[in-house]
């Protein structure tokens, strides 16, 4: 089994700026994709970011530009910076981890985007 424990959520004000932090331990392949995807409130849990274990990155379009995907793969962790926060952010951050197709989700960080 995988666990996946994020961090690094919170209130922040528009044009502001956040990391997210995600942690897995476990039984953990070398070769995996691990990313962040989205939940807002009333609306489906979409994509954000993905990066593969050779730091191949993905970025959904209405992120692009303003965050940044990042992981250590020694220390099985991924990031995710957040330049330029809108409104439109806010929702709970979750954190996936997938090998052999098959997901590992954390629990997710809520991250709030207002004045």
């Known amino acids: 089994q995988v666990q996946l424990v994020e961090s690094g959520g919170g209130l922040v004000q528009p044009g502001g700026s956040l990391r997210l932090s995600c942690a897995a331990s476990?039984?953990?392949?070398?070769?995996?994709?691990m990313g962040w995807y989205r939940q807002a409130p009333g609306k489906e849990r979409e994509l954000v970011a993905t990066?593969?274990?050779?730091?191949?990155?993905n970025y959904a379009e209405s992120v692009k530009g303003r965050f940044t995907i990042s992981r250590d793969n020694a220390k099985n962790t991924v990031y995710l910076q957040m330049n330029s926060l809108k409104a439109e952010d806010t929702a709970v951050y979750y954190c996936?981890?997938?090998?052999?197709?098959?997901?590992?989700w954390g629990q997710g960080t809520l991250v709030t985007v207002s004045s």
């Open positions: 996936v981890l997938s090998q052999w197709n098959l997901p590992f």
């Open positions: 476990g039984s953990i392949y070398s070769s995996n994709v």
């Open positions: 990066i593969t274990s050779s730091h191949t990155t």
